[in-house]
């Protein structure tokens, strides 16, 4: 009983909508299963060691979820597959030539530090797998960036090291990015199926569009963030993405490169770390997409998302509060005039 | 506490370290703590220097205790606390300058310090030499032995060496030599101290 | 307030501004030609250690890169000049590099030194570090160029520090190095990109 009462409660405390005949578990479970075709391209085209820092990953988060609550005396919720969520969501983030020893603090920080600390699920603030992502990114910036060919062969061999797509607009422009590829169609189609160079489960965009679109008619997700945030960046990376003035960039190539699919469905649309009313979701979106943009084009780093979803995370009770606000304030006022 | 001549010196001491420590306890003067600890030795100059001026400042603060007016008291103190800031500000600069080329705006800050304005308020303004003497050192030592131990964390997991030898061989976990990871070596240490202290002062004879 | 309150007043600031002062002033005048000292000598070592044969560093002039000061030198042996120095700065990740450089009479590099940083820890400090800036040896002012890709013509980036490197090679130094040798065969002030 005191555990049907506690599922009851994460679900209304994390949505407003009324889903009695879905529990946070089944969700949470969704979402993972929704990824699982991204995780299996992912070790298609990086070969087992993709599949060993996936296991590491996910591994780690549910041990430390369950040592921590065990130590605290709180009740385990391994089974809630949140932990899971995490370590996978983590793991997809991670370049595929990493040690194994970076899923494994990683997702120490993430489930420790990032969710547990604060509370459990439900409390935290900023993305527990995300937090885990910079927490790595920027205590091993060296390994963090260190990318691999695909292999497309599920085998042991030395791949060889280069530079992502995004990394290459970066530096060398996009002139660069095509001699790679041949042609636009080519360049397109490779990133459109995983088969370039990125972290593990960000590359293939049909996997991921997959399991958006399952969680989408589930209605697990809503629309609102994943539209205006990749709207946002297109537009952005159209009007300022150029090399020859505005107006002259290449959205789609922006859309399909980084990690900006994976992150924009299964990580921006966290109950938990992004706002729960319909319209400060488009704010929410809105203000990731440029966040986005801004370290992309303008930043030390060739990739944003990351550290855009995480601010975009400290505004969201802020923009929950303000909406809900304004219409306790219009009812105010109306009173007042009369 | 007008009647601190009650109090041994050492529980003076053993207060300001343990059970009103600032930056543990308290949780003051947290932006040095974060901005000078990146390697033992900063920490450590910049602890040194606290010690420094809150034992001056107290001393002077307690000699002049009946001297001062009540109405000005608090620009008095003020101008005793800078004007031994200037002095270790200037002794610094001549004695250890590549520490100092490091710390030394948070140096200057050390006027701005809520510990040290408080203890000339709450202490030395209402009690003799000698006590008000040992509390400043007290309050001091506690800032630099936390100072100490958050500078250790952070070299010897961030940058893999104490006092610039290389003790580990690589750099463990950058993060903490930088200002984020600043942040999580002070929660770490300040959970870890707390732990600490509550099962010292939980055990029977303890304060 | 009645006088006497006031007159205490004034005697407490009085004191207090007459006895700091005083403590003030004796620290200052017993540290000053300390810390004049350190000062002096840091500069000079400095410049000493970029070219360890020169019995005689020479002050020419100042030259401004960044909206800042710098200063060049020249080094000599006897009489004959061995080679200049030029103190330049980058625009780096997230600060001014303060570089000193040494170039022999051909307007190569010789020695590169990084004053002054605040670049990442653990990344874009690395630029200070000799496995670094010994990239920069023998390279006249067309291979001061940072690549990331392997290179041994040009200077190969440091991973993950892109930003800083280029902050040094193609700022700094290379500035640097188009003005010593602009002035010096040019006579004057020579023209400096940026």
């Not at chain 1, 697990?220 to 960039?249: K, R």
């Not at chain 3, 030259?63 to 103190?87: L, N, R």
Request: proline fraction near 4%; charge should be positive.
């Amino acid at each position: 009983m005191e555990r049907s009462r506690d599922q009851n409660r994460l679900i209304v405390s994390t949505s407003p909508h009324i889903r009695s005949e879905e529990t946070t578990q089944h969700i949470v479970w969704s979402v993972n299963l929704a990824l699982l075709p991204a995780a299996l391209m992912g070790i298609y085209f990086f070969g087992p060691m993709a599949a060993a820092i996936i296991a590491v990953s996910i591994t780690t988060a549910v041990l430390c979820e369950y040592g921590y609550q065990k130590a605290l005396k709180k009740r385990v919720t391994i089974d809630d597959g949140s932990a899971v969520l995490t370590g996978l969501l983590f793991g997809l983030t991670l370049p595929p030539s990493v040690p194994l020893y970076i899923p494994f603090v990683g997702s120490f920080v993430a489930i420790v530090l990032a969710k547990q600390l604060f509370g459990g699920l439900g409390f935290n603030i900023f993305n527990p797998a995300l937090i885990g992502r910079a927490f790595v990114q920027i205590s091993f910036p060296k390994l963090m960036t260190v990318w691999l060919e695909p292999t497309a062969a599920f085998v042991f061999i030395d791949a060889k090291t280069t530079a992502t797509p995004l990394g290459i607009l970066k530096e060398e422009g996009l002139q660069k990015l095509l001699e790679h590829s041949g042609t636009y169609l080519n360049l397109y189609t490779n990133m459109l199926f995983g088969h370039r160079p990125g972290s593990l489960g960000e590359t293939s965009v049909v996997a991921l569009l997959m399991g958006a679109a399952f969680l989408l008619y589930r209605r697990y997700i809503s629309w609102h963030i994943p539209v205006s945030f990749l709207s946002t960046a297109g537009l952005l990376a159209w009007v300022f993405g150029g090399s020859e003035g505005l107006f002259t960039g290449d959205p789609v190539l922006h859309l399909l490169s980084g990690g900006i699919i994976l992150s924009a469905f299964f990580m921006a649309t966290d109950y938990v770390t992004s706002p729960s009313i319909r319209k400060g979701q488009i704010i929410f979106g809105i203000g990731c997409g440029f966040l986005t943009m801004l370290i992309r084009l303008k930043g030390g780093y060739p990739e944003g998302v990351m550290f855009a979803i995480l601010l975009m995370n400290c505004f969201s009770p802020l923009i929950d509060r303000s909406f809900r606000s304004n219409v306790f304030g219009a009812a105010e006022r109306k009173g007042l005039l009369k | 506490m007008s009647d601190a001549n009650q109090i041994s010196y050492w529980e003076l001491i053993k207060n300001g370290i343990l059970k009103e420590n600032t930056i543990f306890k308290l949780a003051l003067s947290l932006c040095p703590a974060i901005a000078v600890t990146t390697s033992l030795k900063n920490g450590f100059f910049m602890g040194v220097a606290v010690v420094f001026v809150q034992v001056m400042v107290n001393l002077t603060v307690s000699a002049m205790r009946k001297f001062i007016h009540q109405r000005i008291r608090l620009p008095i103190f003020m101008l005793v606390i800078s004007g031994w800031v200037t002095v270790v500000n200037l002794l610094m600069d001549a004695y250890v300058p590549d520490v100092y080329k490091e710390v030394g705006l948070y140096i200057q800050l050390i006027v701005a310090f809520a510990s040290i304005l408080a203890r000339a308020e709450m202490f030395a303004s209402k009690n003799r030499l000698t006590p008000s003497l040992f509390d400043g050192l007290g309050m001091g030592l506690g800032f630099l032995v936390a100072l100490v131990f958050i500078s250790i964390f952070r070299e010897l997991f961030g940058k893999g060496t104490i006092l610039g030898v290389s003790i580990i061989g690589a750099k463990p976990l950058l993060i903490l030599v930088l200002p984020a990871g600043g942040f999580f070596a002070v929660g770490i240490l300040m959970a870890l101290f707390n732990w600490l202290y509550a099962r010292y002062a939980a055990k029977p004879g303890a304060h | 307030m009645t006088g006497k309150d006031i007159l205490k007043i004034t005697l407490n600031l009085a004191v207090i501004y007459i006895a700091g002062g005083l403590i003030i002033a004796l620290v200052h005048a017993a540290t000053s030609p300390i810390r004049y000292h350190n000062k002096v000598v840091a500069e000079e070592l400095a410049l000493k250690s970029l070219v360890p044969d020169a019995d005689k560093i020479e002050k020419l002039g100042d030259w401004k890169i960044h909206e800042k000061d710098a200063k060049y030198f020249v080094a000599k042996k006897g009489e004959a000049t061995i080679g200049y120095i030029v103190q330049s700065y980058g625009k780096g990740y997230s600060s001014y590099i303060n570089t000193l450089i040494a170039v022999d009479r051909d307007f190569r590099v010789k020695k590169v030194k990084i004053l002054d940083q605040k670049e990442t820890p653990g990344l874009g400090d690395e630029i200070e570090e000799d496995s670094f800036t010994d990239l920069l040896k023998g390279k006249d002012a067309d291979h001061l160029k940072v690549l990331k890709t392997e290179t041994t013509e040009y200077v190969q980036a440091i991973t993950g520090a892109t930003i800083s490197s280029r902050a040094v090679t193609d700022d700094a130094v290379r500035n640097g190095v188009k003005f010593i040798k602009a002035t010096i065969t040019g006579g004057g002030a020579g023209h400096v990109g940026r």
